[in-house]
């Protein structure tokens, strides 16, 4: 995946990467967000009728093997589980649909974004960097939230800790434009939901747990078993907000089956696999492309950056 050639979109990217750096610390061959992770191995199986949504090659296909990256937020490598500062918890889902060619899902436990453009991000970022307790009030960040109302949405949302990653629902962030056989395209947003339904803890039983609990637990239940989760994808309806990860669509929109992963067992290698891995939030297949919301090539440029600098490591 080549850089773009944006010097702009270059830099706001790299800007961002510096910002993580003085948020969280630098620490090599780590991700500047959601640097603690674990890798399982399955395989996804598309819905009966997922054809008439995209005609993607792991529609096509009758199985795609898939990598699932699940994490924790920060870009701090060894944080506790149980630190409230963990989420939203993340998800990168790699569906490896031919010899070196992918496509990727990305996305994290809390619905939404709290920036509409990079730019703002990186606002966001550093307010939370030159703020805390011994700033007077109001703070760089308490004026960005209330100039802000989408950011204040997003970090007043409740954001309770799963019992497992495998009983926590995620969301992809942006849309994307799903195109089938007949060329008639629908905007979606991704939503991968647990088979095995979705728990969360109370902050008192959180507490309680050890620093490592969910990605012990993590090991411990696919080592007993299969972990399955539905991929289905919320579908917008005209007049619908498509290019803004700040707007909510109404939840009686409709959710098309996607189709469904299976994961068997933990990836071979890794901490080596997941040093050199980088998602993709571009799907970059036929049948699936990106909606014209800014935040995706700003996070594709972001992702490779670090990504490339994480393998130099």
Excluded: C
Aim: a negative charge; hydrophobic letters at 40%.
């Amino acid at each position: 995946m080549p850089l773009p050639t944006d010097e702009r979109l270059l830099k706001l990217a790299d800007d961002l990467l510096k910002q993580f750096d003085t948020i969280f610390g630098l620490h090599p061959g780590f991700r500047p967000a959601h640097a603690k992770g674990a890798l399982l191995d399955g395989t996804f199986t598309p819905a009966p009728g997922a054809d008439s949504l995209t005609r993607a090659p792991h529609i096509k296909n009758p199985s795609t093997p898939v990598t699932v990256r699940f994490s924790d937020s920060t870009g701090i490598p060894v944080i506790p589980d149980n630190d409230p500062n963990a989420n939203p918890r993340g998800i990168g889902i790699r569906f490896h649909v031919g010899e070196r060619v992918h496509t990727d899902i990305i996305g994290h436990s809390t619905d939404g974004f709290p920036t509409h453009t990079g730019a703002e991000f990186l606002e966001f970022l550093r307010a939370v960097a030159s703020s805390g307790a011994s700033k007077a009030s109001p703070s760089p960040i308490e004026v960005f939230l209330g100039s802000h109302p989408a950011a204040l949405a997003f970090v007043k949302a409740p954001k309770p800790a799963p019992s497992s990653f495998a009983r926590e629902s995620y969301f992809g962030v942006t849309a994307m434009r799903f195109t089938n056989k007949d060329g008639v395209s629908r905007f979606g947003r991704y939503r991968i939901v647990p088979e095995a339904g979705i728990d969360h803890l109370s902050d008192a039983d959180v507490a309680g747990k050890s620093k490592d609990f969910l990605f012990d637990e993590l090991t411990a239940r696919v080592s007993s078993g299969p972990i399955a989760f539905r991929v289905v994808v919320q579908l917008a309806q005209d007049g619908d907000v498509v290019d803004d990860a700040t707007v909510h669509w109404p939840e009686e929109r409709t959710l098309a089956d996607f189709g469904r992963i299976v994961l068997t067992g933990p990836t071979a290698d890794s901490a080596a696999v997941q040093k050199r891995m980088i998602f993709d939030p571009i799907p970059r297949v036929d049948g699936i492309d990106p909606s014209d919301d800014p935040l995706l090539e700003l996070r594709a440029a972001l992702y490779l950056l670090s990504g490339r600098r994480r393998r130099a490591a």
